[in-house]
C-alpha cells in the first residue's frame, strides 16, 4: 500500500480534509454529517475496488490530497498509485487502484475525484503554455490569480506542469503596481518607499518605457513589464541590460506567449494558468467484492 505523507509548506492537509468533506456531508447543518445515500443503500460491511482513470490527455496532479480523502475514511484502504505527479498520460490511463469500504469510498469519491480533476486541469493548462513558449530560457510563471483557500495546492499543481511559482502572497515581496504608484505619486517614490520599509525583493510593474530608469535607480529588483508587444519588450530587455531580472505578463495566450518569450525577457507570467483552466475529465469506477 502507497503510504507517502504529502506535505506542502503552509498547507495543513488534515484541515483541508475534515472541510472540504464536512461542506459535503453538512456537518452542522438540521439533518446533516452524513451520507444518506450511502447510509440507506449501502451496507456497512460492503467492499469495492475501484480504478481512477483519465478520460482525456492530462498532466496528473493530486493523487496524494484524493488518497488522502479516501484514508481519512478508511484508514485500512488499500491504495495502488499507477502514474507519478507530473506525469503526461494519454486518455484512458489508469492513475490509482483502491479497495476497502465501499461507503467510504463512495463518501470521498467526489471530494477526492474534484481535487484532482482541478489540479491536473492546471497541471496540463500550464504543460501547454510551456510547450508554446518553447524556450528553455525563459520560465513561466503563475500569478496570485487563485481561488481562495486553493493557493498552496493550486501552485503546486502549476510546479507539476513545469512552471515556477511567482510570489506566494502579499508577504514574500513587493510588487508596485499602478495603484501603489498612483499613491505614492511617481514610479521612484513608490520603489524608494519599499526600499527604505526593508523590503528584500521589489518588483516593480512598468508599462512604459520611461519608467525603467527611475525604477531602477530607486532599488526595483525586478522588473515586470506589463501589457507591452514584443518590439517593446526587447527594447525594454536592451535598456535594463541585465541589471535586474525582467517579466513579459499581461494578454500572453498560447498564440503570443512564444514570440514574448523571444524578446529576451527572464520570465513570463500568465494568470489564466489558475484563474481559468478546465477541468480535467477523470472518472472513477467502482465493483463490488
Not at 191 to 215: F, K, L, S, T
Amino acid at each position: 500500500m502507497y503510504t507517502e505523507r504529502f506535505e506542502l509548506p503552509g498547507f495543513d492537509i488534515e484541515r483541508f480534509i475534515r472541510t472540504v468533506l464536512a461542506e459535503d456531508l453538512g456537518e452542522g447543518l438540521p439533518g446533516g454529517g452524513r451520507d444518506v445515500t450511502s447510509e440507506a443503500v449501502i451496507p456497512a460491511d460492503a467492499r469495492f475496488s475501484g480504478v481512477m482513470d483519465s478520460r482525456d490527455a492530462i498532466v496528473v496532479a493530486g493523487l496524494p490530497i484524493a488518497e488522502a480523502f479516501f484514508r481519512f475514511l478508511d484508514p485500512e484502504i488499500e491504495i495502488e498509485r499507477l502514474v507519478n505527479e507530473g506525469d503526461s498520460v494519454e486518455a484512458g490511463t489508469d492513475l490509482v487502484r483502491l479497495t476497502g469500504n465501499a461507503r467510504a469510498m463512495l463518501t470521498a469519491e467526489r471530494s477526492a475525484l474534484n481535487t484532482v480533476q482541478h489540479l491536473s486541469g492546471i497541471a496540463t493548462m500550464v504543460r501547454q503554455y510551456v510547450t508554446a513558449m518553447d524556450n528553455p530560457d525563459c520560465t513561466l510563471l503563475d500569478t496570485r490569480k487563485t481561488l481562495p483557500g486553493l493557493r498552496q495546492l493550486e501552485k503546486y499543481a502549476t510546479r507539476m506542469g513545469g512552471a515556477d511559482n511567482h510570489r506566494m502572497g502579499l508577504w514574500d515581496a513587493a510588487m508596485i503596481k499602478d495603484n501603489h504608484v498612483l499613491v505614492a505619486g511617481s514610479v521612484a517614490e513608490a520603489v524608494r518607499r519599499a526600499v527604505e520599509a526593508g523590503v528584500a525583493e521589489i518588483i516593480c510593474e512598468v508599462d512604459r518605457i520611461d519608467q525603467i530608469e527611475p525604477a531602477l535607480d530607486a532599488g526595483a529588483t525586478r522588473l515586470l513589464l506589463d501589457n507591452m508587444d514584443p518590439p517593446t519588450l526587447r527594447e525594454a530587455v536592451t535598456i535594463v541590460a541585465g541589471r535586474v531580472p525582467t517579466e513579459a505578463s499581461g494578454g500572453i495566450t498560447l498564440d503570443t506567449i512564444r514570440d514574448k518569450a523571444a524578446t529576451g525577457v527572464d520570465y513570463v507570467s500568465v494568470g489564466r494558468l489558475t484563474q481559468s483552466a478546465p477541468a480535467a475529465d477523470i472518472g472513477l469506477d467502482f465493483t463490488p467484492l
